[in-house]
């Protein structure tokens, strides 16, 4: 192992050797990639979303959206990543040094996502066990913020300890720690060849026993009747491309470092498509199934179907309880849908951090085991102090919403001017797809990166600024929201910043790739190690 106070020299195989890993094949490259997409919000976030933007109706802007954001912008990541073999950062960097702190923003917004992302792991996990005996009793309301988290009375500074909840959260922690430990192959590969097919199976099972729910036909009628009037909405086609955006995990690095994975010579967009197209089947399988309990709840209790949804916590963990409470084999559709939480939540949750992991190995130059102790644990501390607190839903509700809408929504609004209008790379990287692409990139890509994903998603931007700006978030005081809200962007933006004048090992900051895979194939044959940069300075020569 590594001793992380070291710097060593990198040798030509260490660009994609042992230090960074590696995909074993395609297969395991896009179910880890279909992993990352589908995760919690997949599960209740698509249902209430489209509920409440036209039904049937929206299923029409949700489509214009994947074909016109989410695999274009699937394609853009997959080529930065596939192009320039690195982490973000040093992905962004290669392509043009002033980008470079692109590549940061991504890294910590994923660190912060996959502090609180644990939390609520950590809660799904408790409810699978909870759901054998129905907990809960006759009011999840009480039981979820009473008892489970013990919400304090107000947003505030204590950060009192909740013990229930802290350790299922160092449990979730310790999970991913050995997991990504592993290794991008034996850890990340291999949990998602499990555990994505194992999710499918539980997920369609839930689907069949929501759909013999008496009343599920309500439910059905509810989701996918169709409001036309919606689509002369602009906030529903906004809805549309922020569902599509933040579903297929863009926008944070982590396709990129996904990319970065996979073999010299393989196509990119053929998996680009798999993973868009497997996302969003996934999200309508999760509407059906969910729609038809929440249609057994109103015929049970007599009332709409508008009456009983909520989005987010409130389905999770209030909602769904109040429906296995009332539904024949109750527990086993609860046990379904929290075990199918746990799962779609750990493979998100290793793909969130395997961002920051990658930057740091692709920075320092260590080996995996040190940089995954290094990024994890502390990020384990502060996870757990803030999140598995009696303060922790507060924090959690308001970091979760400034930085899905200022960090990952303004990245790719940035990502895609710059790229596009600033350094004008978008034929490179379209001419990098074509190279070995299943489906050949046209200039429609350039119409989609450089003006309509663009304009939609600074529409998107304006109205959340306009939102969270017009009245403090959810009536909590001013300083909590300055502090976890808006502090926390300008945080994340100033550290990028900072981390992009920090500078990289001369080795491993080489704009000449095809020298860098020069040499690794002279070393493979001569079974030597080249030096990269040794290799880098002939070249230039």
């Known amino acids: 192992m590594t001793d992380p106070s070291s710097s060593p020299s990198p040798t030509a195989e260490s660009d994609s050797g042992e230090q960074r890993g590696q995909f074993n094949s395609q297969k395991m490259f896009i179910l880890a990639a279909v992993g990352s997409a589908v995760g919690l919000g997949n599960i209740w976030r698509f249902p209430y979303v489209a509920y409440e933007n036209g039904g049937g109706s929206y299923l029409i802007p949700y489509l214009v959206a994947l074909f016109t954001a989410g695999v274009p912008f699937l394609f853009f990541e997959y080529a930065i990543g596939h192009k320039f073999r690195a982490s973000a950062p040093l992905a962004f960097r290669r392509l043009a040094k002033s980008t470079e702190w692109l590549g940061w923003w991504n890294v910590l917004t994923c660190l912060v996502i996959g502090s609180y992302y644990a939390a609520i792991l950590a809660w799904a996990g408790q409810y699978a066990y909870f759901s054998l005996t129905k907990a809960w009793g006759a009011d999840p309301n009480a039981f979820f913020f009473g008892e489970v988290l013990k919400v304090a009375e107000s947003p505030e500074f204590s950060f009192v300890p909740v013990l229930e909840d802290m350790w299922p959260m160092i449990i979730v922690w310790l999970v991913t720690i050995i997991i990504m430990v592993a290794g991008v192959s034996n850890g990340i590969g291999r949990l998602s060849v499990v555990l994505m097919p194992l999710l499918v199976v539980i997920f369609v099972a839930l689907v069949i026993q929501s759909l013999l729910l008496p009343g599920a036909s309500q439910g059905l009628n509810a989701l996918f009747t169709p409001n036309w009037a919606a689509l002369f909405n602009p ?307």
Not at 281 to 286: K, M, P, R, S, W
Not at 466 to 492: R, T
């Open 235 to 541: 906030e529903v086609w906004v809805a549309a491309y922020g569902q599509v955006f933040f579903s297929l995990s863009v926008g944070f690095g982590i396709m990129i470092t996904y990319a970065s994975y996979v073999g010299d010579r393989e196509d990119m967009t053929g998996p680009a498509a798999i993973a868009a197209f497997a996302n969003s089947g996934f999200e309508l399988l999760a509407g059906i199934g969910v729609f038809a309990a929440l249609g057994f709840m109103a015929s049970a209790q007599g009332v709409d179907v508008g009456d009983v949804v909520s989005g987010g916590i409130g389905l999770a963990f209030i909602a769904f309880p109040a429906i296995i409470n009332q539904a024949p084999a109750g527990e086993l559709l609860g046990g379904l849908f929290f075990f199918s939480l746990v799962f779609a939540g750990l493979t998100s949750m290793v793909s969130i951090l395997e961002v920051p992991i990658a930057a740091l190995i692709d920075k320092t130059g260590w080996s995996r085991r040190p940089a995954v102790l290094v990024v994890m644990i502390p990020s384990a501390i502060v996870s757990i102090m803030v999140f598995g607190s009696t303060s922790g839903l507060y924090a959690l509700d308001t970091v979760d919403a400034f930085i899905n809408a200022f960090a990952i929504l303004a990245a790719g609004l940035t990502t895609t001017l710059i790229v596009t209008w600033g350094v004008r790379k978008l034929s490179v990287l379209r001419e990098h797809l074509n190279e070995d692409g299943t489906y050949h990139v046209g200039y429609w890509w350039h119409v989609c990166m450089g003006a309509i994903t663009p304009a939609l998603l600074g529409v998107s931007l304006v109205l959340e600024f306009i939102n969270k700006a017009s009245a403090p978030y959810e009536g909590y005081p001013n300083w909590y929201v300055a502090v976890f809200g808006w502090g926390v962007v300008v945080v994340l933006l100033i550290a990028s910043a900072i981390l992009s004048f920090v500078p990289w090992d001369p080795a491993i900051d080489t704009k000449d790739l095809n020298a860098v895979r020069d040499a690794k194939l002279k070393a493979e044959s001569t079974g030597g190690h080249a030096s990269i940069s040794a290799t880098t300075n002939d070249s230039n020569a």
